[in-house]
């Protein structure tokens, strides 16, 4: 199934792609000083939604990139509600960027630019000097075990503990300014939604060719989470200055 569209159907109860609450989010962002002659950056910026709310809070424009055909329709139903933002559709190594961003996000899509890293040393050249930078991260919460990176299909290095995930940045250049981590309140009400909206597709769409795969990807999500998931992975909004 496609990777894309397993994505769009999970997340369509979502109002952000991640789990994070829209009120501690503003709590971290009181810290960024924006203004309506600021440009803010998005990288895989999902549905819009946290660029749209970036944007309309500070009057700043946005930009968002994202490659998903599902959700660049969601982006621009919120650009023709009034949201001061543009998306350039297709791959985000592809884009053409002018720098000067008074702030750059990547929540959970540091896979676009072939990861922490190399995101943090692209940001580097596009934020203003005094600029910030958003990174929306996993972690390890708990090393994780055998049986659960066997769930999870990925090896122990695909993440780091919440330390090194947080000094990434200063390794770029930028300075850490303040950070914090989903709750397992907002943990649950993501995952809980995310399951939701597959049950509610599967339902919907019996006779859809992909709803065989899709009852096994539930089942797994299921399974990768509640046995395990919950214990061992975090997820971390970093902020950093430049």
Known sequence: MDQARLSWIAHRFHRFCSPIDPLRLDELLAHVPLGADDRVLDVGCGNGEMLAHVTRAAGARGLGLERSPFLIPEIRRRIDAGAPMEVVPGDAQDAELVPGFALAMCIGSTHAWGGIGPTLDRFADLVAPGGHVLLGELYWKSPPTQAFLELLGAPRDAFMD?????????????????????????????????????????????????????????????????????????????????
């Not at 330390?163 to 993501?190: H, K, P």
């Not at 990807?217 to 990768?224: E, K, L, M, T, Y």
């Open 162 to 242: 919440l330390a090194s995930t947080a000094w990434s940045g200063e390794r770029s250049g930028f300075t850490f300014i303040r950070g914090q981590t989903s709750s397992e309140s907002e943990w649950d009400a993501y995952e809980g939604l995310y399951h939701q909206s597959i049950d509610a597709w599967l339902r919907e769409h019996p006779d859809d060719p992909d709803h065989a795969e899709m009852r096994v990807r539930f089942r797994a999500v299921r399974d990768r989470y509640w046995g395990g998931g919950r214990d061992h992975l975090g997820f971390a909004l970093l902020l950093y200055r430049r």
